[in-house]
């Protein structure tokens, strides 16, 4: 399959990778362990690889996409919004043959199982959204994450710099061209859902729709999604707790064990 | 038809502010966010009343075309409406064409645009030409309601309904994936028939060639590299015949500036601080501007983030006169250059940048008037006959 970037894949340990065709859509898929089916969706970009979903797969059949147009799936012409990533996601369900899965979505995958959630309820067991994109919550906005010099976004997304610097190339590198088109790559797919606001604002209306257990987890120093927005989540899905990490920013399952375990504890 | 048969100059003014604070080197760009507080309205009156002055002299002195431009958020340039610009010179000039290049369509309604563009024209008695920019990466940020992921197909998609727009007799209906018309149907309609003639203007990116190609329009390349102008027109011709259409010399314009004097020493040391100001100040950003996400293909993407260019912030004066169309000196010395580079890319149509950067007016008087005095009669020997013309490689 042409990728978008040649980048080493990020096959988290005791994964398997594969490259599927969904209704037209390319795309490369991660899958491991045994157990109920848990589907992760993760977030506009993929530098820190899946590393934390490994020790989900000792309980579940954990599933990992990348998004088309992110990561190692090409681009999809027909992908301008977030309910064409809802559809596909469906679609890949039918195309897996699963009928009720366990949903975790990180920032962008947290917005699209929200909004895949209060359409398709049923299609779920639970629902964990981390640090979810898409709700407009006026006082404490998402970050406009194009508005950033690329060289400050690390620190907005975690805590600790140290976190992500094992998963940046050395500029001076052979490697750091590819990262630099990688990332271009997936801002642009990101842009074309989210260039102009990186909410859906109707989308609090319907999330009633969910009667499922759902989890929100944040890290307490999210500064992409602010943890304040928890408190909005939780007052319109009808089953939601909320887990906060101490500690922790935006990308809470790679800068904490808790994180992880927290999705685990949850959806055990 | 050979391009020494049909050479045309246009005279192109950007209207830069070059009011600046004293700190401006220690901003990254420029463009975007630099504060429109440091925009005196005065200053920039006094500026406008003299840019124009210089447009009415281009007229005066016999140049084929005007062109004025479009930026917005910059001190680059002061027209961020470039058809008032346009519409400001119509009245105050007689001869010359009137040059829009361009509005970005993406940044507006088609149907506007189609509009703003045949009043132009017939306020003008069809003095009108009209290239299409995307807009750089830049005006992405700067208009930041247009998604710049979606901006080659909208902007595709909003050429194609004001050819419509002029071609076809109104009412007409138009459904497409940006834009969908009920009742297209521009008043006035324009007056050259079936429209003004166009050019496609880009900085040589595949995309924008193929779709100058398709239509058999020109190419108004902006100021790139020679090696980059070249390469444009080279894939232009083969482009062009694949559609159909023949590639002319008229057809490829090639972007210079240019600075004349009596003697190639004077010349430098007139020109050079200011062209030094133009490519360090005025068109001073940074990489994440220049591209947008979405705005270029991920291999355009790999191109320009493996190899950093000169323009945009870089000077090197030795490099700039091997690699660029910069000819500053002796009329002789530049007719050899603008030859040179006419011959080598077979193009018959020069757009000169007579006004660069912070150039006062006493200087660009005189280079204007040198460069159609002096320069234009040796490489247009049958209008002007001159003895020099024989030592002209290509005349």
Known sequence: ?268 | MRWQDDLQFYSMHFMPYVHLPPDQDTYDSLWVDFSNRHYDPKKGHELYQRYFREMVLADELGYDGLVVNEHHNTVYSMMPVCTAAAAALIPVTKRAKICVFGVPVNFVMPNRLAEEYAMLDVMSGGRLEIAFPLGTGMEYWSNSVVNPASARAKFRESVDIMIQAWTKEGPTSFDGEFYNYRYLNVWPRPYQQPYPRCYIVGTGSPETIAFAAERGWGYASVFVPIAQQVKTFRLMRELMAKHGHEMTPDKAMANTIVYVAETNEIAEKEAIEHIKYYFTVTARTTPRYLAPPGYISLDQFRIRAGSATKMHGGFDWDEMTKNWRVAVGTPERVAEKIAGWCEEADSSRVICHHHVGDMPHWKVVKNMTLFAEEVIPRLRPRSIPSPAVAGVPGA
Not at chain 1, 61 to 87: C, K, M, Q, R, W
Not at chain 1, 108 to 115: F, H, M, N, S
């Open chain 1, 1 to 268: 399959m042409a990728t978008a970037a040649a980048r080493p894949a990020k096959v988290p340990p005791g994964f398997e990778r594969q490259e599927i065709n969904v209704n037209g859509a390319n795309v490369v898929l991660f899958v491991g362990g045994t157990g109920e089916p848990l589907l992760f969706l993760h977030g506009a970009g993929t530098v820190s690889g899946f590393n934390a979903v490994t020790s989900w797969a000792q309980k579940f059949s954990v599933y990992v996409p990348y998004h088309p147009g992110f990561g190692e799936s090409p681009d999809s012409a027909a992908f301008t919004s977030i309910n064409d990533y809802v559809l596909h996601y469906l679609d890949l369900l039918d195309h897996l043959a699963l009928d009720k899965v366990h949903l975790v979505g990180l920032s962008l995958g947290g917005w699209i199982a929200a909004t895949l959630a209060a359409q398709q309820s049923p299609r779920l067991k639970k629902l964990v959204l981390i640090g979810p994109a898409g709700l407009r919550v006026p006082a404490h906005p998402t970050l406009d994450i194009f508005g950033l010099k690329p060289e400050d976004v690390p620190a907005h997304l975690v805590e600790d710099p140290a976190v992500l610097a094992p998963h940046v190339p050395d500029p001076a590198g052979p490697d750091f061209l590819d990262f630099l088109v990688n990332d271009y790559h997936e801002m642009s797919s990101y842009a074309r859902v989210a260039w102009e606001r990186p909410y859906d604002p109707k989308l609090a209306r319907w999330l009633h729709r969910i009667n499922v257990p759902t989890l929100l987890l944040y890290g307490s120093r999210d500064r992409v999604t602010p943890v304040e927005q928890s408190k909005t989540w939780a007052s319109l899905i009808p089953h939601a707790d909320v887990k906060i990490v101490e500690g922790a920013g935006h990308l809470v399952l790679d800068e904490s064990a808790e994180g992880p375990r927290a999705v685990l504890d949850f959806l055990s």
